[in-house]
């Protein structure tokens, strides 16, 4: 079992970065391919990057690419989401995700223009 627990999203300015965070319980973390995905109002949730449990190993959706960088820790169960560069269309909840099966409740990102 892992419980995920997102938090660093909030409202900022296009052009501007935030940082999430995501942390796991479980002593299985660095076992896992951890991912975040989002979702905006009356979208499907769809997917922003993964990193498997090497840390070098890591995959961007084309909207994102360039601008976010995901990376672990696996000594704190710990995994992150760099946000740059941010658009408005970057609005969404963004959830962090374990194994592709467990899910964190999701932290808001609003982005204004």
């Known amino acids: 079992q892992v419980q995920l627990v997102e938090s660093g999203g909030g409202l900022v300015q296009a052009g501007g970065s935030l940082r999430l965070s995501c942390a796991a319980s479980?002593?299985?973390?660095?076992?896992?391919?951890m991912g975040w995905f989002r979702q905006a109002p009356g979208k499907e949730r769809e997917f922003v990057a993964t990193v498997r449990w090497s840390g070098t190993d890591t995959y961007y959706a084309d909207s994102v690419k360039g601008r976010f960088t995901i990376s672990r820790d696996n000594a704190k169960n710990t995994v992150y989401l760099q946000m740059n560069s941010l658009k408005p269309e970057d609005t969404a909840v963004y959830y962090c995700?374990?194994?592709?099966?467990?899910w964190g409740q999701g932290t808001q990102v609003t982005v204004s223009s």
């Open positions: 479980g002593r299985t973390f660095s076992t896992y391919v």
């Open positions: 995700n374990a194994g592709y099966y467990y």
